[in-house]
């Protein structure tokens, strides 16, 4: 049986990507410290509490057990927040990200399967978005993401570092049977949001920004089912098990959704009306943001996601969100 370190396994992606391997028979160990995270997020047996900054811990991790791939979900991720403090955005996401690389290398762990993003691309200059597409992000976020893709490019050619580097989309959802879901500390993210003004946790729902280039002017986006996310990892450790190149892959359904459609769909699978409040755009946005389907995930990883229609995607959310049990 294979161990799987999962960085970051405590987190909203991270906890669904653990239940996915465990369920395909891989082993898993978590390591998080717990800054975002939850303990009861983190579905196996092996958990470590710790911080990737501390080597003592990660030379601990590597020596205890024999890690095959390492996948790396820890990062900060607050778009706004990475503008106003992009220290906290490069230390977190760059530095501590370097700290674990090292220490995969000092270890000889050779596969890395890295959490990248489309932010990386900035404001497409075409969609959908492929994988060729230049890469000039617009916020610290997206900037943080986009060095460790081009560390990895280096660590790869010098250090026989193999890794996959998965730009997701808006990952969004919960798991359908097993109880883990979304909870930032700090939410900004639209579906939950959305769901929370029904829950009567928030009075409303503020639209950024109503006069976009968009069918109904507002921001479209491609959200990803956040179990088909954790189903391309583990794709992803098989693609890297089976040869010895590194990529770099975009992970969308290829199917935009534009905010008010999104509230539209909540207000139908939850049969409540939202409280809406248009409001001025928010800095950093781009218009749309859309994958190619049928590109690279498909080709290399079989990418094939299960929740098409975004009804379905949020019924798990409002599942969870209704029921949380962190
Ligand atoms: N939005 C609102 N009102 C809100 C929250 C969001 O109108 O209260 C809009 C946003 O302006 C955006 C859309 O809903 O147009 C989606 O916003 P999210 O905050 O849910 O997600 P983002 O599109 O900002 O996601 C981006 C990148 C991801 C990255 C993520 C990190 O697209 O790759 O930020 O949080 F991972």
Not at 1 to 24: D, F, P, R, T, W
Not at 76 to 102: M, R
Not at 297 to 304: D, G
């Amino acid at each position: 049986m294979k161990n799987i370190l999962i960085v970051g396994g405590a987190g909203y992606i991270g906890s669904h990507a653990v239940v996915n391997l465990q369920e395909s028979g891989y082993n898993c160990i978590v390591l998080d410290n717990l800054s975002e995270g939850y303990r009861d997020a983190v579905k196996c047996d092996h958990f470590v509490q710790g911080d990737i900054n501390d080597t003592n811990v990660l030379n601990y991790v590597f020596q205890s057990y024999d890690i095959s791939t390492v996948m790396h979900f820890s990062a900060y991720i607050n778009v706004g927040e990475s503008v106003v403090d992009p220290q906290k955005y490069y230390k977190n996401n760059v530095q501590s990200t370097l700290n674990l690389l090292s220490a995969m290398v000092d270890n000889k762990v050779k596969n890395f399967i890295f959490s990248s993003t489309c932010a990386i691309f900035g404001n497409p200059q075409y969609l959908p978005l492929d994988e060729d597409h230049p890469q000039a992000p617009i916020n610290p976020y997206g900037m943080s993401k986009f060095m460790v893709e081009k560390i990895l490019e280096d660590y790869s050619k010098a250090y026989n570092l193999k890794y996959v580097a998965l730009r997701y989309f808006n990952a969004a959802g919960a798991h359908p049977t097993v109880r883990i879901g979304e909870n930032h500390r700090i939410e900004t993210h639209l579906i939950p949001l959305v769901l929370k003004t029904l829950t009567g946790e928030r009075k409303d729902i503020k639209i950024f920004g109503t006069d976009y280039d968009t069918p109904d002017g507002t921001c479209v986006r491609d959200y990803i089912h956040v179990c088909d996310l954790a189903e391309a990892h583990k794709n992803a450790i098989e693609l890297l098990d089976a040869g010895n190149e590194s990529y770099q892959i975009n992970l969308g359904t290829g199917v935009g959704h534009s905010v008010k459609e999104i509230i539209a769909a909540c207000e139908e699978v939850t049969g409540m009306r939202v409280p809406v409040v248009n409001a001025p755009r928010r800095a950093g946005d781009p218009a749309s943001l859309v994958a190619t389907s049928g590109g690279l995930a498909k080709r290399l990883l079989n990418f094939n996601p299960k929740f098409i229609d975004i009804r379905e995607t949020i019924r798990t959310a409002w599942d969870w969100e209704r029921n949380k049990e962190y």
